[in-house]
């Protein structure tokens, strides 16, 4: 008989690659048939409780850490024990002494004083200091870490303006600087183009598909999601619109997030109109609208890379527009033959892919229930728990305190693909497998194996469809991983609008 | 010159280390890196045993490296640097040098610690090389007893305190008074890789001679 226990250590904080090499490690233990190290959020109890763990006794707050393990009764307690030993030391991560990296701000200095930008990933809570320490030192910041307060936020943009220095983030996971790219960034070639955005898969998404149409990006400056907002009021944007336009190297501008605040998407508006570059700007689902030359006004993703494409190729950007649009309406001949009755289930790892796939179902067969809504009323009560159309981004805080990004890892997202298959109305499964630089070696390989599962119990009930966002120079190769989910049955697509359009004409 | 007498007292991997009848350590190393003081470069061990004694005819061997402490100081560049190395003794097992300095004088971490040389006597190691370095004379009141500490121990600190070094500290003391990375990089990791926590002790011990 399988038993279960859950053990609280009061007060440990441990990254979440350490959780999970530990978790891992106790997976392997014999007569272990799960754990899980994970701190103790309200989300992630509730992912307990749901995984069939007891937790209504536990006491425990979010600065704890919960090591729980299930399986033969006599082991557990060793489980438990292993754990508490491996968090000393943990396996992958041995304290052996390696090559000398400096430890502090100073002492990277003194080895790189020639360095003009500091890259910051701890956590949230100390990240803000150090990112004004870096600011005082005349270094741009790029700030990977989320949790930083929007006070400090805007008061490391405002003292970075005063001093010509940019802020990128917080919660810049993605920046690409003379064509290197920094944090969860695609292998694409390097060219005339100069984005600014959110930094998340929005970015990578334009990213890959303008290298899709053989053309290269020479930077991408990150803004983090909430610059656009009316309290930030848009500061990184504009500085970085700014620079890109002073950057002779720079032909075409590119700008991609979710709509910002008006005053401030007016702010950021006027100052590509007096740039005198052309400039796509692709505000996804926002209300501006037309064609204003210089300035190309879009509303999705792979629209925005089409435009930017083609005056970046010197041609005709409302032709380039016209003919994707032409060629999302023949995708209705493709899901002719495969179309299956019930509703679309979306497990994103990219929060602007969700959103954009949100965007696009809502347009096609109507709302679209989300813990990342278009709009309040459509927010999921319990983010576990579908109903209707849904789609859930696992990239939100709370799928990713104490836990890893989905784009690191897709278990998490692969068991709900599995227990979503088990749902009667549930008649196409749409999911994104996002590659590159920080991301997880085989996310398809990790997806692939829950539909080959699911196919098992559900026949061909169910059609699965998917988007591999990356490039065949990205670590994980995108035809590589493209035939391993097509190998599992899987129908893949070119691009996340284009997914988002097939499953809904596939239900539709 | 007669030939040295000498006990082999230690065999490792790469190292045998052997007594002599004055109770100075010897050493015949296979790599450039560990040699010290008192050190013979060979291309393989010889086929010594523990407890056996042997001749070295020293005068037949040849001189590899200077293991005296350069007298050029520590660039002030590299300062934010070593205070970066205080901090190993913040963490296990080092920590427990650590605390031990907080409340005691320096002399007391002799002996102290984890490792084949005790991260104690290494500490003091690095701080007698770095007053050296500095130009400065060693107080006499850090040399700890002989029974304190292991023999080996003891006598790197004999070294030391005579302005003695192994030849990784020797690059590193001259990379620090120069101003290339690469060199200092490599010095550094050359340091880190000194046995379990060797290394991290003796530059923590070169901080806090820097800054004494």
Redesign the interface.
């Known amino acids: 008989m399988l038993l279960q226990r859950i053990h609280v250590e009061k007060g440990a904080y441990y990254d979440s690659v350490t959780l999970m090499l530990v978790a891992r490690e106790l997976q392997s233990m014999e007569g272990i048939e799960e754990a899980s190290l994970n701190m103790a959020t309200e989300a992630n109890l509730k992912i307990l409780a749901a995984a069939g763990f007891g937790v209504s006794d536990i006491q425990a707050g979010q600065s704890d850490l919960l090591i729980a393990v299930r399986g033969d009764g006599s082991v557990l307690e060793a489980a438990i024990e292993r754990a508490r030993e491996l968090l000393?030391n943990p396996p992958g991560r041995k304290s052996t002494?390696?090559?000398?990296r400096?430890?502090?701000l100073?002492?990277a200095?003194?080895?790189?004083p020639e360095a003009n930008m500091a890259l910051i990933s701890i956590a949230g809570r100390y990240a803000g200091d150090e990112a004004d320490k870096c600011l005082d030192a005349g270094l741009h910041v790029m700030l990977y870490s989320d949790n930083v307060p929007i006070e400090k936020e805007i008061s490391l943009k405002n003292k970075a303006k005063e001093k010509g220095l940019l802020v990128m983030g917080p919660d810049c996971g993605t920046a690409v600087i003379r064509g290197v790219g920094l944090g969860f960034a695609n292998a694409c070639p390097t060219g005339p183009v100069g984005l600014v955005a959110a930094a998340g898969t929005g970015l990578q998404e334009v990213h890959v598909q303008l290298a899709r149409r053989g053309v290269g990006v020479l930077h991408a400056i990150g803004t983090g999601g909430r610059d656009v907002k009316e309290e930030v009021g848009g500061i990184t944007f504009s500085m970085g619109s700014e620079a890109l336009l002073c950057d002779e190297e720079i032909r075409v501008v590119v700008l991609i997030g979710k709509p910002p605040a008006p005053s401030v998407e007016e702010r950021i508006l006027r100052i590509l109109e007096g740039g005198k570059k052309p400039a796509a700007v692709g505000f996804i689902g926002g209300k501006a609208s037309g064609d204003k030359p210089p300035l190309y006004l879009c509303r999705e993703l792979e629209e925005t890379a089409a435009v930017a494409a083609a005056l970046a190729n010197g041609k005709d950007p409302s032709s380039a527009r016209e003919e994707l649009f032409k060629s999302y309406e023949r995708l209705k001949e493709k899901a002719a033959p495969m179309k299956r009755k019930g509703f679309i289930r979306g497990l994103y790892s990219g929060g602007t892919l969700c959103y954009e796939a949100q965007l696009i179902a809502t347009g096609l067969i109507g709302s679209v229930y989300s813990n990342a809504p278009l709009a309040s009323e459509m927010k999921l009560a319990d983010s576990l728990k579908s109903r209707g159309h849904t789609m859930v981004d696992y990239g939100e805080d709370e799928f990713t305190q104490g836990r890893l990004h989905p784009m690191m890892d897709s278990t998490f997202r692969a068991e709900r693909l599995l227990s979503e298959s088990q749902d009667p109305d549930v008649g196409v499964i749409l999911f994104d497998c996002v590659l590159g630089y920080g991301c997880h070696p085989n996310p398809a390989g990790q997806m692939a194996e829950a539909v080959e599962k699911a196919r098992k119990k559900a026949g061909g009930r169910i059609a699965y469809v998917a988007y591999v966002c990356g490039v065949d120079a990205d670590p994980q190769g995108a035809t590589e991983q493209r035939k391993i989910l097509e190998e599992a049955g899987v129908t893949v697509c070119d691009s996340n609008a284009e997914a988002a359009r097939l499953a809904c004409y596939i239900v539709g | 010159m007669a030939p040295l007498r000498l006990v082999v007292v230690e065999r490792h991997k790469s190292v045998i280390n052997l007594r002599s009848r004055a109770g100075r350590r010897y050493s015949v190393v296979t790599k450039g890196e560990d040699m010290g003081p008192r050190s013979i470069l060979s291309k393989r061990l010889p086929d010594w045993n523990v407890g056996e004694e042997v001749m070295v005819f020293a005068e037949a061997l040849p001189v590899c490296y200077d293991p005296e402490i350069p007298k050029t100081p520590p660039s002030k560049r590299w300062r934010p640097l070593w205070f970066e190395w205080l901090d190993f003794l913040a963490e296990p097992p080092l920590d427990v040098v650590g605390k031990e300095l907080a409340k005691g004088d320096l002399s007391s971490v002799a002996g102290l610690g984890p490792g084949l040389t005790p991260a104690g006597d290494d500490l003091l190691a690095g701080y007698m090389a770095a007053t050296k370095l500095r130009g400065e004379t060693v107080p006499a009141q850090i040399f700890p007893k002989m029974d304190t500490t292991t023999w080996l121990s003891f006598d790197i600190l004999r070294d030391a305190f005579a302005g003695l070094v192994w030849r990784r500290i020797k690059d590193l003391c001259d990379a620090l008074a120069g101003e290339g990375v690469s060199l200092l990089e490599e010095s550094l990791t050359s340091c880190l890789a000194m046995g379990h926590t060797s290394g991290r002790a003796y530059l923590a011990g070169m901080a806090l001679g820097f800054e004494a």
């Open positions: 000393k002494p390696g090559e000398y400096p430890k502090s100073d002492g200095l003194s080895m790189l």
